[in-house]
């Protein structure tokens, strides 16, 4: 495993003037047979009020139906890459997905996760108002099939 200092290295500041109008947020996502869920996900991020962002999913062995989901689930969206890996764990496929970030900010999503339409705008103003070196969270809501 690599040093924090050796990854943050690879990113410029969050607020470098060479980021406007770029995206700001790598989301990443890792999906083993999450034909039925991966959707979800990836229209909550093209429902986002803020738009400068990208997206990883990484397929963690999926059988090629569910891949081919995948691939359908993303539209064409350029802004999302698939990557394709053997089956090893949901820990691998984030490491994988934080490797190929590019981006000052990365979010770690399941694929069966829903964002609500600001996310991305309320996380990326607290990240603005702190300093580098931190680590923005927030809460969540679980929402069951009877709401």
């Known amino acids: 495993m690599r040093p924090v200092s050796d990854i943050a290295a690879r990113f410029p500041a969050h607020d470098d003037p060479s980021w406007a109008g770029r995206a700001q947020v790598t989301f990443i996502i890792p999906a083993f047979n999450?034909?039925?869920?991966?959707a979800r996900p990836l229209l909550s991020l093209a429902a986002q009020s803020v738009q400068a962002w990208r997206a990883v999913v990484?397929?963690?062995?999926?059988?090629?139906?569910?891949?081919?989901?995948?691939?359908?689930a993303a539209c064409g969206d350029s802004r999302v890459r698939i990557l394709r890996q053997d089956h090893r764990g949901q820990g691998a496929a984030r490491n994988?997905?934080?490797?190929?970030?590019?981006?000052p900010w990365v979010v770690f999503l399941d694929a069966d996760d829903d964002l609500a339409p600001d996310f991305l705008r309320h996380m990326l103003a607290m990240a603005r108002a702190a300093d580098e070196n931190t680590a923005v969270f927030c809460g969540c809501l679980r929402l069951t099939a009877e709401g």
Request: charged share 35%; proline share 0%; aromatic share 4%.
């Open 96 to 103: 994988r997905g934080l490797a190929a970030a590019t981006t």
């Open 34 to 38: 999450a034909e039925r869920t991966i």
């Open 58 to 72: 990484v397929d963690d062995g999926s059988r090629r139906a569910e891949f081919e989901a995948t691939r359908q």
